[in-house]
């Protein structure tokens, strides 16, 4: 069974950082990618950053140069590290399986979420 859980969500001011933790199952290292996406309340689920075992790694546009995806297959985690931190990227973010690290390709399982919130 694949678990995903989230954890590391806050409330921050803009131009602040938070670090999120993925905590997964031994099965959901098993695919071929561990993914970020978000969900802020009235809009569509976003693709975030995927990260590949072999460390093939992307980003949204929106969050590149901001935000660092890593992963320790050793301890089964997976990072965002979430730096100069807007108000648009209050969400709430799920880590998630994915077949192949693309913005474009299905999220297979997630976990509940951690909401982040960025406001003065």
């Known amino acids: 069974q694949v678990e995903l859980t989230e954890s590391g969500g806050g409330e921050v001011q803009p131009g602040g950082s938070l670090k999120l933790s993925c905590s997964t199952s031994?099965?959901?290292?098993?695919?071929?990618?561990i993914a970020w996406f978000r969900q802020a309340p009235g809009k569509e689920r976003e693709f975030v950053s995927c990260?590949?075992?072999?460390?093939?790694?992307k980003y949204a546009e929106a969050v590149k140069g901001r935000f660092t995806i890593s992963r320790d297959n050793r301890k089964r985690m997976v990072y965002l590290q979430m730096t100069s931190l807007k108000p648009e990227d209050a969400a709430v973010y799920h880590c998630?399986?994915?077949?192949?690290?693309?913005?474009?390709?299905?999220?297979?399982?997630w976990g509940p979420g951690t909401p982040v919130t960025v406001s003065s």
């Open positions: 031994a099965f959901a290292l098993d695919y071929n990618a």
């Open positions: 990260i590949t075992g072999r460390t093939i790694i």
């Open positions: 998630a399986t994915q077949n192949m690290c693309s913005d474009s390709a299905p999220f297979l399982a």
